[in-house]
């Protein structure tokens, strides 16, 4: 697993949108179908591999977007740490 962190607006859905886009059975998860209806406006060549996370979906391999806010709705509240197995991507993109 590979954390991408970053500021807002730094390029982090970018990424993972280029990432979606090399394989078709990818997904994208986000936190709400309002975020959802907005990236599929703005990357419509990818629309369908992306999904709301209440929703049913199906992908081989999945990224999430803006883990934090998913957290939040499914523990009702502010999540302050969380641990992972992985590596950790730190984006500068501006």
């Known amino acids: 697993m590979l954390f991408l962190g970053g500021a807002r607006q730094s390029g982090k859905t970018t990424e993972l949108i280029r990432w979606l886009a090399q394989d078709e059975k990818r997904g994208l998860l986000t936190f709400s179908q309002q975020r959802k209806k907005q990236l599929q406006e703005q990357w ?16 081989d391999n999945v990224a999430i977007d803006d ?12 999540v302050e740490k969380v641990s992972f197995s992985g590596h950790v991507m730190l984006t500068h993109l501006q």
């Open 44 to 59: 419509p060549e990818v629309e369908k591999q992306i999904f709301a996370y209440d929703e049913k979906w199906q992908a």
């Open 67 to 78: 883990v934090e806010f998913i957290l939040q709705k499914m523990f009702k509240g502010k």
